[in-house]
């Protein structure tokens, strides 16, 4: 089935809401991109609480709109201390978020992935290389950037879905998110994104933060890869490389909708 594109009005749609409700966000996340996803998070709204000591993130993720488990820099503690903010989240029933960074290159991660799907995730968002080895399709990446587009990982990442009952959204040159039965396409965004790290950790904060909002799940999953594409797309029209593009990037996602940015 052919994907179909995320709608204008419901890109717009979401972010009202995402301001309004301004999700308390739990971000177990990695060691190189801590200040920049707070930051990507503060910008459209959100309030970030990077909280990681294993009976205080058990204690928060409870409190917290949404929680993020990315294992960029994994270790045993950080593990014992995701699955039991996990777990929490479930008691409490609040959504909670997988970026799978690296799974399939190293073996830790790999099984550690594996077990926490069985946690099941709200969403999982990952580039096409995390998506191929978490669905079991292939060995994963190159450390932890892609080897493969994301229009090859689709059928993964719909497996993925129907597997786990996560909204999977997997990004590149084009983001495509899928429930297994319905596929939305989101363009946007420039290569620059690569040369900068951490969009894709962001932008699985944001994800993260999403699933905190009422109404379609996989409607406000793509808004967020939607937003952070259209950010990135004006960021780049507003920057010289790399250097440039980071602060470029966090004043998009701050004035995005104004102006008919959206
Ligand atoms: N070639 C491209 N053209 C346009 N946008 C891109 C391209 N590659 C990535 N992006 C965008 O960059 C963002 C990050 O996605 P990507 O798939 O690179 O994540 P990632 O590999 O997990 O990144 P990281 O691990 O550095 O955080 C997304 O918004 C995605 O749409
Ligand atoms: C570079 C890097 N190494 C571990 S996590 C991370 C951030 C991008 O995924
Ligand atoms: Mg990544």
């Known amino acids: 089935m052919q994907p179909d594109l995320l709608d204008r009005a419901q ?14 966000v739990h971000c177990m996340t990695n060691d190189v991109v801590q200040t920049f996803t707070a930051n990507v998070l503060l910008a459209l709204g959100a309030s970030p609480a990077m909280v990681i000591d294993r009976d205080e993130a058990q204690q928060f993720s409870a409190i917290a709109d949404a929680l993020l488990i990315n294992v960029g820099t994994l270790t ?18 609040k959504p909670w ?5 690296a799974v399939g290159v190293l073996s830790f991660r790999t099984q550690f992935c594996q077990q926490l799907l069985a946690l099941h995730p709200a969403a999982i968002r990952g580039n096409a290389s995390e998506i191929l080895a978490l669905a079991g399709v292939s060995a994963g990446g190159r450390g932890v950037d892609t080897t493969d587009t994301a229009s090859n990982a689709l059928p993964a990442a719909q497996a993925l879905a129907r ?39 962001a932008l699985s904060a944001v ?11 996989l409607a406000n999953v793509a808004a967020a890869c ?12 507003n920057s010289n490389g790399p250097g440039s593009f980071t602060p470029a990037f966090l004043d998009a996602l701050y004035t995005l909708g104004g102006e008919d940015s959206l």
């Open 11 to 24: 890109t717009a749609h979401a972010l009202q809401q995402f301001r309004r409700h301004s999700p308390l």
């Open 226 to 237: 939607a937003w952070l594409g259209l950010a990135g797309s004006l960021a780049v029209a």
């Open 97 to 101: 978020t997988l970026d799978p960074v």
């Open 76 to 93: 045993r503690e950080r593990a014992d201390a995701m699955l039991a903010a996990a777990e929490s989240a479930n008691a409490a029933g």
């Open 207 to 217: 994800v993260a933060a999403s699933c905190a909002l009422q109404g379609d799940r």
């Open 163 to 201: 597997q786990t009952g996560a909204v999977v959204a997997v990004t590149g040159e084009v983001d495509y998110i899928t429930d297994g039965s319905r596929t939305l396409m989101v363009t946007g965004g420039d290569v620059l994104m690569t040369r900068v790290v951490g969009t894709g950790c």
